[in-house]
């Protein structure tokens, strides 16, 4: 089962999303992010790549602008442990 944790600066962009961004985000998640860690392969449509200027960093993109960036941390139990950086639109990466 994956875990995660949010940093501080996540936290403060997701409070700043409308209640349907977070929604979205919400779905994304559930029903292709997390099952997609258990298969260890991202289907094409979560559109994940890595951020180029911040090594270990990914973006998460779904349909309507959203984005997220994220990195895998430190395993605390059995399977993948995701550390949520930032959320919001592409002014995310000015610091992701």
């Given amino acids: 089962m994956p875990t995660y944790e949010a940093l501080p600066r996540f936290t403060a962009d997701h409070r700043r999303l409308t209640p349907q961004q977070r929604r979205a985000f919400h779905r994304v998640v559930t029903r292709s992010f997390v099952p997609d860690l258990h ?16 090594p270990g960093v990914y973006e998460l993109t779904w349909s309507g602008g959203g984005r997220a960036t994220w990195s895998y941390g430190t395993e605390r139990i059995r399977g993948a442990h995701i550390v949520w950086r930032r959320i919001g639109g592409h002014d995310i990466f000015t610091s992701p």
């Fill in 39 to 54: 298969t260890g392969q991202f289907r094409s449509g979560l559109r994940i790549k890595r951020v180029r200027c911040a």
